[in-house]
């Protein structure tokens, strides 16, 4: 069973481009969470979506957002990327909304210069 | 808010020698204690979840535990493969989130 696939590996952006970042799910898994992980901050939240519907949202501001499609792949996106915003960005799967135990991607590099 | 702090921040061991590493969590409603590695380059691998107090998991070298406040992730004979970041984390009530200690980067030398 192929694990959580994340696409790019890496990506350089500049400063004020945008980024749309991908993850396709464990096959069978309906919800998909997103994580920012830094040297500073650690893992952070980003937001949850189930059944294409945002169910959480972190700490995060209204340029970090995502989507999720009928075959439960999702895409995250960052609109007018700062400095700050280089980090890992992780995808992580479940099989259900409930369902705590979450199968982590390898992850998005991304560096904005 | 929710809270989860590990230490030691980093942990040198020689191949052998056992130690234990802390997570201390305050978490609203705490669902399940969660435990993962982090090799670098990768993405977290989930090791173990802990639902209660007094409740014990273990895997090969590795044994984790829950207290009220506390959950320790034991390692015995460490080997130079079990080098890596380990991230402990608290689900709560509210939602399919985790909050994520700092974690802990294990060396273990020959």
């Known amino acids: 069973k192929a694990g959580v696939t994340q696409t790019p590996r890496y990506l350089i952006k500049t400063r004020g481009q945008q980024v749309t970042l991908s993850c396709s799910p464990i096959?069978?898994?309906?919800?998909v969470s997103w994580y920012q992980q830094t040297p500073g901050q650690g893992l952070q939240f980003l937001f949850e979506y189930f059944s294409e519907t945002q169910r959480n949202k972190g700490n995060f501001p209204g340029r970090f957002s995502g989507r999720q499609f009928s075959n439960s792949r999702s895409e995250m996106n960052v609109s007018t990327l700062e400095l700050g915003d280089s980090a890992l960005y992780l995808c992580a799967s479940s099989l259900q909304h409930s369902n705590e135990k979450l199968f982590f991607g390898s992850g998005t590099q991304l560096s904005v210069l | 808010e929710d809270q989860v702090t590990q230490s030691p921040e980093a942990l040198r061991l020689q191949e052998g020698e056992s130690s234990s590493l802390n997570c201390s969590y305050t978490?609203?409603?705490?669902?399940?204690l969660f435990w993962y590695r982090q090799d670098p380059g990768k993405g977290p691998e989930f090791l173990f979840t802990?639902?209660?107090a007094g409740e014990e998991k273990e895997k090969e070298r590795l044994k984790a535990t829950l207290t009220k406040k506390e959950s320790f992730l034991h390692i015995t004979a460490p080997k130079p493969e079990d080098s890596a970041t380990y991230l402990c984390?608290?689900?709560?009530?509210?939602?399919?989130?985790?909050?994520f200690g700092g974690g802990t980067r294990l060396m273990v030398k020959p």
């Open positions: 802990l639902y209660s």
């Open positions: 096959s069978g898994h309906r919800s």
């Open positions: 984390a608290g689900h709560n009530n509210a939602g399919n989130m985790l909050t």
């Open positions: 978490v609203s409603g705490l669902r399940g």
